[in-house]
């Protein structure tokens, strides 16, 4: 077991290892790149995360699909306490369906 003072070692020793074979992170054959999203409101977070997929026969287009947006229990955002709050907004935090 890794204790956690070593932890920044684990990911230093991680990094040099993935830089040896491969060159960079970005060239390992096992990357899966993404797309992330998120949405903060005074209810609640909704976040999304897609597969990048290529687009066409070129290397530089890329896309990927419909974004769902799920509702994240139990996560809580840095900034939904800057949002302005109506006069006519019900109080209770619970999520937009």
Same mark, same amino acid.
């Given at each position: 077991m890794l204790r956690w003072q070593h932890l920044q070692d684990f990911? +230093?020793? $991680?990094?040099? /290892?993935?830089?040896? +074979? /491969? =060159?960079?992170?970005?060239? $390992?054959?096992?990357k899966i790149d993404t797309v992330s999203f998120a949405l903060e409101t005074r209810h609640g977070i909704w976040a999304a995360q897609l597969p990048i997929t290529p687009k066409g026969p070129g290397k530089k287009?890329?896309?990927? =699909?419909?974004?769902? +947006?799920?509702f994240v229990d139990g996560a809580e955002g840095r900034f939904a306490g800057l949002l302005l709050v109506p006069d006519d907004a019900p109080s209770g935090g619970s999520p937009l369906h």
């Open positions: 990911q +230093l020793i $991680c990094n040099w /290892y993935f830089s040896y +074979l /491969y =060159g960079a992170i970005a060239n $390992c054959p096992y287009k890329r896309t990927f =699909g419909a974004v769902t +947006l799920q």
